[in-house]
């Protein structure tokens, strides 16, 4: 019978390129999500993860890697947040690059910030890997009902966000 490690190995083996396209999806940045898939598999190793099938273990690495890819997002938010505040202190050194696609992230991190990760792994699902309400109350365990609510309240956020930013430009 092979050990759990290679067990493991070879599920990455397997859908380690299925979790990176995700992460892609998600993250829109190479080197952060392959450390999202990094940290999803150690994660499996850390928290004595069961391989059941291989559909309950895909389930398991997109749900990890994503709410991993959402933390990295809020994460990233907060740190632009924090150069905001301290611009002029910054004055002279590098600022990270704000490329449109830079600052679209950043809205949508924005919008997702305070949703709960249930209700961002929703958006995530019906937004960008392009799931139906019923499928992704399918796989989130909830109502389509609590999927469209979810899905009004992103679209809510991020219309009251890119107002003040269309203004502007």
Do not use: K
């Not at 389930?59 to 905001?84: E, G, K, P, Q």
């Amino acid at each position: 019978m092979p050990s759990r490690r290679s067990e493991l190995g070879r599920l990455y083996a397997e859908t380690g390129h299925l979790v990176l396209r995700r992460c892609l999806q998600i993250l829109q940045n190479s080197e952060e999500a392959m450390d999202a898939v990094q940290w999803t598999f150690m994660r499996a190793i850390e928290t004595s993860f069961e391989l059941r099938s291989r559909g309950e273990a895909m389930v398991w690495l997109y749900r990890t890697a994503s709410r991993r890819c959402l933390w990295m997002m809020r994460n990233t938010s907060h740190r632009s947040r924090i150069v905001d505040r301290h611009r002029d202190e910054l004055a002279g050194r590098p600022i990270p690059a704000t490329e449109e696609s830079l600052m679209r992230r950043e809205l949508v991190a924005r919008a997702l910030e305070g949703m709960g990760d249930d209700a961002a792994q929703v958006v995530l699902m019906t937004y960008i890997w392009g799931y139906t309400n019923q499928r992704a109350a399918q796989l989130a365990g909830i109502s389509v009902r609590t999927v469209g609510r979810a899905r009004a309240t992103f679209e809510a956020r991020l219309r009251a966000l890119a107002a003040p930013e269309e203004a502007q430009g």
